[in-house]
Structure formats: C-alpha cells, structure tokens
C-alpha cells in the first residue's frame, strides 16, 4: 500500500539538542517537501526537493536542515538554532510533471514539543 | 510574495446548514488546488481547478475558480458532521531561486452541530 511514513509521530525536544523528523515515501515521487503547521493555522513550507541531492530553502528555513540522499528518503533536522520549535511537522510529495499542477499527498506528521 | 487568504477563518453552523469558504489570491494564478484537514490529521488532496470560470461538484461540494484566476470558492450544501475540518486552497508561485512551489491559504476552519 503506497504511502508517506512519518516517525515518530510524538517527539520531545530537550533546549540545545538536535532532533531528526524521519519521512519515507514509496510512491515513486521525485518532489518532497517539508511544512510547519502551528495550532489553528495554515502549512508554511520549510524546505523542498525536486530531485535526489538538490533541495530549497523555503519560507522558513532558518533553524532546520534537509538532506536528499535517496529519492525515497527525505529527513528534516531541527536544529538547536530554531528557538521555537513546538509545532506539527508534515511532509509532503508530489508525482513528476510540474510540480506546483500536481496534488500533494501528506503523511500523518510528527507533533514536536520542548522539554 | 504572494499572499493567499481565505475568509471566514472560523465557521459553526448546525448541521443540514449550507458553507462557504472563499480564497483569495494576491495574485493570478495558473490552477488552484483545495485540501481538507481533519481535526488532528493531515491536509488531503480534494481537488483542482485550472480553467478561468472552472465549476467542478463532488457530491454535496461545489468548487469554482474566478473568471480572473485570482480568486476561488468552495461551497458544501447541507453539512454533515463528516465535513468537521479545515479546508484549504493552495495556490502555485514561483521560488525566487527557480522551480515551483505550492502556497497554501490561511484555512478555514468548520465546525458543524447537531
């Protein structure tokens, strides 16, 4: 059954650590990306990739880092520098073509908190 | 950059009551897509419209794209408790180092009662 798995889906943060939101997808798709969602409030994008190994800063990506090493695979680390971190974290892909025309499908997301 | 906004931000009807949510973009825009999200889950694709005037039903759902491609509705006849959730639409614009990117709406939020 095709899909986005994100883990975990509850994560704590302690102040000056690092934590690493895990996405996979099995769908094939070459575009990934990354959004914040705060309570009551709509996606903001954080970072997005079109293909293996390249990848954009989106409308806030200060305090976070991407990695594409796998078409598959498309972490996001949320560094000590990102000093509000509480947020739901969704990740996202999207079939080939162009890429703003096709839907994008969301995994379930990982709700991360401050210790 | 381009803003995407959608009003009401809130919405309690009774159930069997009509809604709307209208998306407003702060510029034109080549298709727009819409999502729900339901309390506690993830946003999923509902549907996209491309063409100027574009009027497209799902069942209970009616969306339409403005004759000027900056503005879009979706309309839901007789709610049912099913339809709880937050709806967005989703606009196309351009990151300033190239490629495509979606912009999602300030969402509206749908609360129905019994």
């Known amino acids: 059954d095709g899909g986005i798995t994100q883990s975990p889906k509850y994560l704590f943060r302690k102040e000056g650590q690092n934590v690493t939101l895990s996405c996979e997808q099995n769908l094939n798709h070459d575009a990934m990306y990354w959004y914040r969602q705060d309570p009551g409030q709509g996606l903001r994008l954080i970072y997005y990739s079109q293909i293996v190994n390249d990848f954009q800063k989106g409308d806030i990506a200060e305090g976070y880092s991407v990695s594409r090493e796998k078409k598959e695979s498309f972490p996001l680390t949320v560094t000590s520098a990102q000093k509000n971190p509480t947020a739901f974290y969704l990740c996202a892909s999207s079939p080939p073509g162009r890429y703003s025309n096709q839907p994008q499908h969301f995994g379930d997301g990982t709700r991360l908190s401050i210790l | 950059g381009q803003q995407v906004m959608q009003i009401p931000q809130y919405q309690h009807v009774q159930e069997g009551e009509d809604f709307t949510t209208y998306c407003n973009s702060s510029?034109?825009?080549?298709?727009i897509q819409w999502y729900k999200q339901r309390p506690g889950g993830h946003p999923v694709f509902l549907i996209q419209l491309v063409k100027s005037g574009e009027v497209k039903k799902q069942k209970r759902l009616t969306f339409q794209f403005g004759e000027a491609k900056k503005n879009s509705s979706l309309h839901i006849t007789a709610t049912q408790t099913t339809d709880v959730g937050t709806y967005f639409c989703?606009?196309?614009?351009?990151?300033?180092?190239?490629?495509?990117?979606?912009?999602f709406g300030t969402g509206t939020q749908l609360k129905v009662e019994l």
């Open positions: 510029t034109t825009l080549s298709n």
């Open positions: 989703a606009g196309p614009s351009r990151f300033t180092g190239g490629g495509n990117k979606l912009t």
